[in-house]
T-cell receptor
Framework: EAQVTQNPRYLITVTGKKLTVTCSQN?????MSWYRQDPGLGLRQIYY???????DKGDVPEGYKVSRKEKRNFPLILESPSPNQTSLYFC????????????FGPGTRLTVT | DQQVKQNSPSLSVQEGRISILNCDYT??????FLWYKKYPAEGPTFLIS?????DKNEDGRFTVFLNKSAKHLSLHIVPSQPGDSAVYFC????????????FGKGTTLSVSS
């Protein structure tokens, strides 16, 4: 089954404790991205990757890092999480950078206390 | 400055009637528009899209209309079914602006039987 998977689905952590949210897709997509969804703000892009070893900032990149060492994986790293990063995170992928349809993972709900 | 606006946070419709979800945008460079549907605890899923060179696109019960002069698009669901109850996001993109989808805040549709 074609899908985008994220782990963990739920995470509660404390301020400053480094964490990684994993994202993997099995569709051989070139383009992957991370979004966060906050109440009243919709989905906003954090980082994106157009291919292996090619990443760039989205609209809200502060406090996040990403890497793309393999085509299928695109982890989101929070080196020193803060409470304002409490949010619902979605990973998405598409065939190519300018493919219009993006496939989303199920989401990771992160709480930083 | 919000480029994609969904001004109605919620909409309630009876089963069998028409649901009309609205979306306004400000960036005249947007060249493609998409609607995503999101159920609780799941990621958004692609529903229907329309290119800026068209004014209508239909897929089964779902039709999207685009009025470029008014910078307005709408999603019509006919007939509405209880399973259509979800959050609907309008999204837009511009080839010139890059690869990110710009999302609206979403409209929660409730279809009662």
């Amino acid at each position: 089954e074609a899908q985008v998977t994220q782990n963990p689905r739920y995470l509660i952590t404390v301020t400053g404790k480094k964490l990684t949210v994993t994202c993997s897709q099995n569709m051989n997509h070139e383009y992957m991205s991370w979004y966060r969804q906050d109440p009243g703000l919709g989905l906003r892009q954090i980082y994106y990757s157009m291919n292996v070893e090619v990443t760039d900032k989205g609209d809200v990149p502060e406090g996040y890092k990403v890497s793309r060492k393999e085509k299928r994986n695109f982890p989101l790293i929070l080196e020193s999480p803060s409470p304002n990063q409490t949010s619902l995170y979605f990973c998405a992928s598409s065939l190519a950078a300018f493919s219009y349809e993006q496939y989303f993972g199920p989401g990771t709900r992160l709480t930083v206390t | 400055d919000q480029q994609v606006k969904q001004n109605s946070p919620s909409l309630s419709v009876q089963e069998g009637r028409i649901s009309i979800l609205n979306c306004d945008y400000t960036n005249s460079m947007f060249d493609y528009f998409l609607w995503y549907k999101k159920y609780p605890a799941e990621g958004p899923t692609f529903l229907i899209s329309i290119s800026s060179i068209k004014d209508k696109n239909e897929d089964g019960r779902f039709t999207v209309f685009l009025n470029k002069s008014a910078k307005h698009l709408s999603l019509h669901i006919v007939p509405s079914q209880p399973g259509d109850s979800a959050v609907y996001f309008c999204a837009a993109r511009s080839f010139q602006a890059g690869t990110a989808l710009i999302f609206g805040k979403g409209t929660t549709l409730s279809v009662s039987s």
